[in-house]
Structures are given as C-alpha cells and as structure tokens.
C-alpha cells in the first residue's frame, strides 16, 4: 500500500494576508504531492493584502494538528490579528509538542513568538520597522537576521523576497522528515 500523501494547513488572516507568501509555497508544496488546506479565523471567503483572495475551507477551531504534516502561517499585515489569538496559539504549542513541521514567514514569526513556540529558538522575521526582532527577543528567541532560520522543527522566513525559498525549504526538510 503506498504511504499516504503529506498534508499541510496553510492559515492566512481574513483580512490582509500577503497573496504571494501564500501562493508561492502552496504551489511548490502541491507540485511536490502534499496536500494543501486554507485555514482563516472563519472558514469562507479571504482577502489578500494586494486585492487578491482565496477560500478558507476550515475556520481554525477545526483545524487538527494531527491531520497535517505541516503547519504554516502566512504572513502579510494581516497576520497581526493571530499575535494574541487563543487557536493560533493551540495550534503553534500543538504542532510543537507533536513533533510537525512548524513554519511561518514575514511577521508571522511573532504569531510562534507570542504563543511562547520560539523560547530557546533561533528565528527570523520581516523587521523593515525595526520592531519585530524586539517581539521575538521578549519572548525567548534568538533573533538571526537570516532570510530563512531552520532550528529543530520551526522553519520562519523574512518576508515576500523568500516566499519561494520557503516553500522549497519546506518540502526540502518535510520530505527528510518522512524518510527518518
């Protein structure tokens, strides 16, 4: 019987999410067989940072860490509102503890970093304003600068310029993990 495939859970914010940070690595991750689903604070409708928009087929109460092999959050000036968002947080503290693939890019680093995910880790984050590596320190991580940190099972990214890189790095280190 072959394996079945990989999935991962893409969570953008209803309002604001930055079209490319979402799309690029969801078809890179679909071109490599893993199947994607769009998670929002509501399952429906979403709207994109430029204009754009996508369907979140779960709202994120309904989403189960332990369906997916990857858990990513989108970044994009809307990602904000999950800072402080009691799923967002349930999701990030459970894909840890259950051992998947946790990644976020652009500001949603701060998303892990508020859940407390990122204490004792090294991180990246889009900080064009000179504030988010603040957010990050404050709680717990080791800020690198880098456009792409991989420390244990936490993947983040800067920002929109590394949208593929990320996506390509997900399926890099995802499909190691599968073959442990």
Not at 41 to 49: N, P, Q, V, W
Not at 102 to 115: D, G, N, V
Not at 157 to 170: H, Q, S, V
């Amino acid at each position: 019987m072959p394996p079945s495939p990989l999935k991962a859970v893409l969570i953008v914010a209803p309002h604001g999410y930055q079209e490319l940070e979402y799309q690029m690595p969801k078809q890179i991750l679909e071109k490599a067989g893993i199947l994607t689903t769009t998670a929002s604070r509501k399952s429906g409708k979403c709207l994109g940072h430029a204009g754009g928009s996508t369907t979140a087929n779960l709202s994120l109460d309904q989403v189960h860490v332990d369906e997916y092999d990857i858990i990513l959050f989108v970044g994009g000036p809307g990602a904000v509102l999950y800072q402080h968002d009691a799923e967002a947080h349930r999701i990030a503290q459970e894909a840890i503890q259950k051992k998947k693939l946790l990644t976020a890019i652009c500001i949603a680093p701060t998303i892990l970093a508020y859940a407390g995910v990122l204490q004792g880790k090294k991180a990246t984050v889009w900080n064009a304003d000179g504030e988010q590596q603040a957010v990050l320190e404050k709680n717990g991580a080791t800020y690198t600068g880098e456009d792409l940190t991989l420390d244990g099972s936490i993947l983040t990214a800067n920002g929109l310029a590394m949208a593929g890189k990320f996506g390509k790095k997900i399926v890099e280190v995802t499909i190691g993990l599968a073959e442990k």
